[in-house]
């Protein structure tokens, strides 16, 4: 089963905009991830945000985490043409548990 | 670091057709998933291993997919007999047991079409 909903399942701008996507859960999570997947390629771990904590930062992306409204956001700013691809968050109820994948958000960056 | 290798990229057969994928793991992960991704859809849980075991095979329809992974390190997929809706993509992806969290690396995938 799905975990739960990326919103939106689509987004289009342009070069140097920022981008955000949402995610929403459903169950009591460890950890929260985001992935992003190239057209035809697997996916890539992006950042990772612990189920304690707020806020994470890593270069152009930002994640916040908020457990109460089981929801999480990705931001990517100063979006370049190659950050084109889907995101994926993902979420595991305890360490050792299999990763569980939301519908994911594709994106385009246009130039 | 060698990633997760899968084979083949691509396939294609006629509903009833049996196939098989394989992975070859990132040296050294204990655990070992296969998903697999519909067009357009996040991916979904097939099984886990950890090491020849399996952890969790809940969604895996066992009527016609079947997995086992070798000596804790290889694994195979098999589809048998293949419906139209088993089209998708097949990833395979590989975790450290020794994290304290799942940080899963994946395949390229294989991607399967059923006429």
């Known amino acids: 089963s799905q975990q739960g909903e990326e919103d939106p399942q689509a987004l289009s701008i342009q070069e140097g905009e920022n981008a955000t996507m949402n995610c929403s859960y459903k169950t009591s999570i460890n950890n929260l991830q985001w992935y992003r997947q190239n057209s035809g390629r697997g996916l890539v771990h992006l950042i990772l945000?612990?189920?304690?904590?707020r806020e994470k930062h890593s270069g152009r992306l930002r994640v916040t985490l908020d457990t109460s409204k089981k929801s999480s956001s990705l931001l990517i700013t100063a979006s370049r043409a190659a950050d084109t691809a889907s995101y994926f968050c993902?979420?595991?109820?305890?360490?050792?548990?299999?990763?569980?994948f939301g519908k994911g958000t594709t994106l385009s960056v246009s130039s | 670091e060698a990633g997760v290798a899968q084979s083949p990229r691509y396939k294609i057969i006629e509903k009833r057709q049996s196939v098989a994928f394989w992975c070859n793991p990132i040296?050294?992960?204990?655990?070992l998933y296969w998903y697999q991704q519909i067009l357009g859809q996040g991916p979904k849980l097939l099984i886990q291993?950890?090491?020849?075991?399996?952890?969790?095979d809940s969604q895996l329809p066992k009527d016609r997919f079947s997995a086992e992974r070798l000596k804790g390190v290889d694994s195979t997929l098999k589809i048998q007999p293949a419906k139209l809706e088993d089209s998708a993509v097949y990833l395979c992806?590989?975790?450290?047991?020794?994290?304290?969290?799942?940080?899963?690396?994946f395949g390229q995938g294989t991607r399967l079409t059923v006429v």
């Open positions: 040296s050294g992960h204990a655990t």
């Open positions: 992806a590989s975790s450290s047991y020794l994290a304290s969290y799942t940080e899963a690396f």
């Open positions: 291993f950890q090491n020849n075991g399996v952890v969790d």
């Open positions: 993902a979420t595991d109820e305890e360490a050792g548990t299999a990763l569980i």
């Open positions: 945000i612990r189920s304690n904590e």
